[in-house]
């Protein structure tokens, strides 16, 4: 019913910046909190940052005052700048969206596909 699609992914020297962003489509009557998570090799999938319908946002500590999180309410589109990357973000990076879907008008979360960022030299 709903779809997630990621892009923006790649390969980035430390100190340099991605940007990704999230799409979603289908049956959505609103999306509600958007979000990013990332999952590094071995690793538990954190959050890495969250935006409300509203604009309030949310970071972990490991990306303040690096990464930036915004969204187009119209185009149902969160985006994630990142700055200043090291190595330690290399990871996949999941766009997560609640919806509430415009055939039932039930909120449902959302994942989307992942994509990959590596920081390397």
């Known amino acids: 019913q709903v779809q997630l699609v990621e892009s923006g992914g790649g390969l980035v020297q430390p100190g340099g910046s991605l940007r990704l962003s999230c799409a979603a489509s289908g049956r959505i009557a609103s999306t509600v909190t958007m979000g990013w998570y990332r999952q590094a090799s071995g690793k538990e999938r954190e959050l890495v940052a969250a935006?409300?319908?509203?604009?309030?946002?949310n970071y972990a500590d490991s990306v303040k005052g690096r990464f930036t999180i915004s969204r187009d309410n119209a185009k149902n589109t969160v985006y994630l700048q990142m700055n200043s990357q090291k190595p330690e973000d290399t990871a996949v990076y999941y766009c997560?969206?609640?919806?509430?879907?415009?055939?039932?008008?039930?909120?449902?979360?959302?994942w989307g596909q992942g994509t990959q960022v590596t920081v390397s030299s």
């Open positions: 997560k969206a609640g919806v509430v879907v415009s055939t039932t008008y039930l909120l449902n979360d959302y």
């Open positions: 935006i409300t319908r509203g604009g309030s946002t």
